[in-house]
């Protein structure tokens, strides 16, 4: 029930990547049914949430405009493709009966309403998950941005960033066994270290407007609803 836990209403923010899986590229059914399944349960239990979900296992305008493609062109590529995630996301929450809206800032009424804050908010209210898709609608930004910027909008009491890794590091885990993970860090912190967990224009979002963040790992069944009861499954930057 919602009074077991800390976050009432939450914004997720979903990378491409997270949805393909041990694929690498494209999406994994078998990830995102996963996925529903624990959303499904959160949001049953009367847990408000908006995802931001990301495009880089499709298309990233960085990669495109370092072959030659002019960068504004590559994004909106990488914008289209965050909509194709947002849209397989939303059909694997309904064969998991959870009722859910996707709104897309670059307008696509055939297959998405169009954002709305306002209602976002009233479908959250509602019991219904919002799948943001399209990222901020603007060339030069990444849906880490996205998320940092909704996270402010919406209202959220917490914003979850899910990655491969149980946390943020004061190096590269893969790379060094000495790595050491914080329980606890500053968004300060983490943009004087050059620490790489959101891109520095998403992080100073979240450091003006006070929105919290935990850095978990998705792959480990349970981790939304640890994280979201206030259990230490990753890292609070604050
Ligand atoms: N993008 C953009 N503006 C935005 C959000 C995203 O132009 O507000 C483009 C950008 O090209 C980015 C791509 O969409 O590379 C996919 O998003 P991102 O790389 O953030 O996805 P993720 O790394 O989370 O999978």
Known sequence: MAEEYRYKRVLLKLSGEALAGDLGYGIDPKVVDSLADEIADVVHDGVQLAIVVGGGN????VSGATEGMDRAQADYIGMLATVMNALALQDAF????????VQSAINMQEVSEPYIRRRAIRHMEKGRVVILAAGTG???FTTDTTAALRACELDVDVLM???KVDGVYDADPVKN?????YDR???MEVLSQGLNVMDSTATSLCMDNNVPMIVFDLTVEGNISRA???ENVGTTVE
């Open 185 to 187: 860090i500053s968004y």
């Open 228 to 230: 979201l009861k206030g």
């Open 94 to 101: 309904e064969r998991h009966g959870i009722f859910s809206r």
């Open 177 to 181: 066994p000495d790595a050491k993970r």
């Open 161 to 163: 960033k899910a990655t």
């Open 58 to 61: 499709i298309f990233r305008g």
């Open 138 to 140: 603007n060339p030069y």
